[in-house]
């Protein structure tokens, strides 16, 4: 493919010299009442992003976040993490995969959002595969250290595969979730010490199928319950075909009630939450990017008083649907990863779909089509596609980029109006090939604008641009 040089924020020399972190541009004050709102790791009122980069170093791994501010991400507002930063537990190893999985909650209660970051694949000694850590937020950001909790049974393996952090039980207080390969842990309310001597609940019946391979956990108000319930999602026996399944939430038994959704079906790659139809119910979007013919397509399962699996039927939108842009054509891996959010501040949530194959001017480039809300549900008019040969958007759209492999939607400048990160895990940097990097869209009360575009590359955070790095395909959902 053809390279050339990225349009970026202006990269930092110092920080390539110094190594992990990226100093802010002044420090994040302290608040008297800190947000603890999901992704705001400093307590200033801007949602912070993380982005994993779990092939860096050899595939040991790494996290960058950049924290938010009225003029949106920078890396000069930023810090990145590895296990061998200060603080952070752990020693990074090549093969770890730091930063597989990212997402945030506020741990510790303690009012500022914590860093949750899973390395399924890191060998501790004596112990099965994979660790969860979380770095504590503050005033400062992501400073003040972090624990790192390990799989509770010898028989477990690639725990922290996935997590989430919701209140299950409903009692107002929100808990830590995890999956491993086959099982699903949460921990009780009482912070996390890290020592070994934290215990984990399983589900109170085993519902899960022997052959199971887990891949995450997403949690919401899918339903009339006082707590949160949670979906999980994986694979069956050999990987072909999909599992997922809803579990109930609230006061008594976690997951005491359950609901196969979708078992041996089209494999789901992406899932995310929100409320799309703004009912006051958490509606669930899964990403089919290997269905028929590789076209691709996201499905969106209604919450309900009932649940998912009641109510209004699941919805299943792709590329030949009235409204969406472009033309299911063969490999385009439509929904490889979705996002949701509001990005047009309406009160209802849009899905953000990588389209990470999608042929552009003749190259399989890649985009991101957004679909809009509505009270209707998804709207069928409004959609939008971008790419990098949208006008205004920086680069030029080359085959194998696989702009959209990756997609995070927050309102990092707190508008009212969710911003897109797009991410191009094959974006070639010079004679570097998939290096990968970062776009960042505002939104508008019309959709996506193109009117200051922000876009980096691992460099600018400070890590060599090396081949198969692959940064911006992994972000907090």
């Not at 979730?177 to 099982?183: A, E, M, T």
């Not at 899932?271 to 013919?293: F, H, M, N, Q």
């Not at 959609?383 to 920086?394: D, F, L, N, S």
Request: glycine share 18%.
């Amino acid at each position: 493919m053809r390279t050339r040089a990225l349009l970026t924020a202006a990269t930092l020399t110092a920080l390539a010299a110094a190594g992990l972190v990226v100093p802010l541009a002044t420090a994040a004050p302290a608040v008297a009442e800190p947000s603890g709102r999901h992704g705001d790791f400093n307590g200033d009122g801007y949602p912070d992003v993380a982005v994993g980069v779990p092939e860096a170093d050899g595939r040991a791994g790494a996290v960058v976040v950049t924290y938010g501010s009225a003029s949106g991400a920078s890396p000069s507002r930023s810090v990145r993490l590895t296990q061998n930063t200060a603080g952070v537990p752990g020693r990074a190893e090549a093969g770890d995969q730091f930063g597989e999985n990212v997402t945030s909650g506020d741990v510790n209660h303690d009012g500022y959002a914590d860093l949750i970051v899973g390395a399924p694949y890191e060998k501790v000694g004596g112990r099965p595969d994979g660790t969860l850590s979380v770095v504590w937020g503050g005033a400062r950001g992501l400073t003040s250290g972090g624990i790192a909790l390990g799989a509770p049974t010898a028989g477990d393996r690639n725990f922290g595969q996935g997590a989430s952090f919701t209140d299950l039980d409903g009692d107002g207080t929100a808990q830590l979730q995890v999956v491993s390969g086959r099982h699903f842990w949460w921990y009780p309310e009482t912070t996390p010490k890290g020592d070994g001597s934290d215990v984990p609940l399983p589900l109170e019946a085993d519902f899960l199928p022997e052959d199971v391979q887990l891949d995450g956990v997403a949690a919401g108000r899918f339903s009339g319950t006082e707590g949160s319930d949670f979906v999980l999602y994986g694979k069956r026996g050999d990987g072909d075909g999909d599992y997922l399944a809803t579990f109930r939430g609230g006061p008594g038994d976690i997951g005491y009630y359950h609901s196969v959704l979708s078992d041996a079906g089209t494999e789901i790659r992406s899932v995310a939450t929100g409320d799309i139809d703004k009912d006051g119910w958490t509606d669930l979007v899964t990403g089919e990017p290997v269905g028929d013919r590789e076209a691709g397509a996201v499905t969106v399962w209604w919450g309900a008083e009932g649940g998912l699996d009641s109510g209004r039927e699941p919805a299943s939108y792709d590329q030949d649907s009235p409204g969406v842009p472009g033309t299911g054509e063969n490999g385009d891996s439509f929904g490889a990863d979705v996002s949701v959010g509001d990005v047009t501040g309406d009160g209802y949530a849009d899905i953000a779909v990588g389209v990470p194959s999608e042929v552009v001017r003749g190259s399989r480039a890649g985009a991101v089509v957004l679909l809009k809300g509505s009270a209707d549900g998804v709207s069928p008019t409004g959609a939008q596609t971008v790419h990098q040969e949208t006008a205004g958007v920086p680069g030029a759209g080359e085959d194998g980029d696989r702009f959209g492999s990756g997609v995070h939607l927050a309102d990092i400048d707190k508008n009212g109006k969710a911003d897109l990160f797009a991410g191009a895990g094959g974006e070639d940097i010079g004679t570097v090939t998939d290096a990968g990097a970062a776009w960042v869209l505002r939104g508008s009360s019309s959709g996506l604008t193109t009117a200051g575009v922000t876009s980096f590359d691992g460099a600018d955070f400070g890590f060599p641009r090396n081949t198969g790095l692959r940064f911006g395909e992994v972000y907090d959902h």
